[in-house]
């Protein structure tokens, strides 16, 4: 598991949280740059494998694998980390209200799947 790459989303997020988005890549006026992501986006981006000057959006199936790729991750592994989110992580009950929370939240998952080397 590529740990660098990790915590690089990982910070990127925190010191961003406009720039943190469920969605793979989207436009956004609310972006400093214009561009939301989300943990495989964000790999994918700050892992150099996309420019986004070229305005290029990418979705989740032609991207997961370049991210699972980049972070050394079997197929079980982004499942969890990308799409299926455990409990306390999985927001069903909406209660993170803000963007920063939203954003913090993505961190905490980051660093529970790292600190159970991505069994969880």
């Known amino acids: 598991m590529n740990v660098k790459l990790l915590r690089k989303v990982q ?9 943190w988005s469920f969605s ?3 436009s956004s006026p609310q972006a400093p740059c214009g561009t939301r992501a989300c943990i495989g986006g964000w790999t994918v981006i700050l892992g150099k494998k996309i420019d986004l000057s070229t305005g290029l959006q990418f979705t989740a199936e032609n991207n ?8 050394g991750l079997t197929d079980e592994e982004r499942n969890r980390l990308f799409f299926y989110w455990p409990e306390p992580f999985l927001d069903r009950s909406f209660k993170y209200k803000t963007q920063e929370a939203l954003a913090k939240n993505a961190a905490n998952r980051i660093e529970h799947f790292i600190k159970t080397k991505g069994r969880e």
């Open 24 to 26: 793979w890549a989207i």
């Open 64 to 71: 997961a694998g370049v991210a699972s790729e980049l972070l």
């Open 11 to 19: 910070k990127h997020i925190l010191a961003e949280p406009q720039r």
